[in-house]
C-alpha cells in the first residue's frame, strides 16, 4: 500500500472508530489483531491490552458506554511502508453527566494483509483523568 493510500487508509479506519460501528469498524482489523491502549485502566478500564477482532469491538462498546464522541480529528499523520502514526485531538461528552472532554491522542497502527493488526495508542491521560475526574490532581505530595 503506497502512502496516499495507507493515508486514506488510517483516516477512514479512524472515522469507523469514531461511529463505534462494529459493521464498520470489523472489516478493517486483521483477524489477529493486537490492540494496546496504554493509561490508567482503573479510571479508563477500556484500556489495556486486547486480542481478537471480538475484543476489539468489546474495546469499543466499553468507550461508547464511558463517551460520546463528537469528533476525532488529525492534527498530523505520518506514514510509511505499512504503518501510520497520528496525533489526535478527541472531543466527547462523558455520558455520566454530559461533561464535554478534549484529549489528545496518539495513534500508532500496523497493518498486515491490509488489514490493521496492530494497534498501539497513548493518551494524554493525566488531562484526561483531571477532565474525567473534574478537578485539578493534587500533586504537591507526590515527590
Given at each position: 500500500?503506497?502512502?496516499?493510500?495507507?493515508?486514506?487508509f488510517?483516516?477512514?479506519?479512524?472515522?469507523?472508530?469514531?461511529?463505534r460501528?462494529?459493521?464498520r469498524?470489523?472489516?478493517?482489523l486483521?483477524?489477529?489483531?493486537?490492540?494496546?491502549?496504554?493509561?490508567?485502566?482503573?479510571?479508563?478500564?477500556?484500556?489495556?491490552r486486547?486480542?481478537?477482532?471480538?475484543?476489539?469491538?468489546?474495546?469499543?462498546?466499553?468507550?461508547?458506554d464511558?463517551?460520546?464522541l463528537?469528533?476525532?480529528?488529525?492534527?498530523?499523520?505520518?506514514?510509511?511502508?505499512?504503518?501510520?502514526?497520528?496525533?489526535?485531538?478527541?472531543?466527547?461528552?462523558?455520558?455520566?453527566?454530559?461533561?464535554?472532554?478534549s484529549?489528545r491522542?496518539?495513534?500508532?497502527?500496523?497493518?498486515?494483509?491490509?488489514?490493521?493488526?496492530?494497534?498501539?495508542?497513548?493518551?494524554?491521560s493525566?488531562?484526561?483523568?483531571e477532565?474525567v475526574?473534574?478537578?485539578?490532581?493534587?500533586?504537591?505530595?507526590a515527590?
Amino acid at each position: 500500500m503506497n502512502d496516499d493510500a495507507l493515508r486514506g487508509f488510517a483516516r477512514a479506519f479512524c472515522d469507523a472508530l469514531t461511529l463505534r460501528d462494529p459493521q464498520r469498524i470489523a472489516p478493517y482489523l486483521h483477524e489477529d489483531i493486537d490492540w494496546t491502549g496504554f493509561g490508567p485502566i482503573d479510571l479508563f478500564p477500556f484500556l489495556g491490552r486486547r486480542h481478537s477482532i471480538r475484543a476489539v469491538l468489546q474495546v469499543c462498546s466499553e468507550i461508547a458506554d464511558m463517551i460520546e464522541l463528537k469528533e476525532c480529528v488529525p492534527e498530523s499523520m505520518l506514514v510509511a511502508g505499512d504503518q501510520a502514526a497520528a496525533l489526535m485531538r478527541v472531543n466527547a461528552l462523558l455520558r455520566k453527566n454530559g461533561k464535554p472532554i478534549s484529549l489528545r491522542l496518539a495513534q500508532f497502527i500496523q497493518l498486515r494483509d491490509g488489514k490493521v493488526a496492530s494497534v498501539r495508542m497513548m493518551l494524554d491521560s493525566f488531562d484526561a483523568a483531571e477532565q474525567v475526574l473534574g478537578r485539578a490532581i493534587d500533586l504537591t505530595n507526590a515527590a
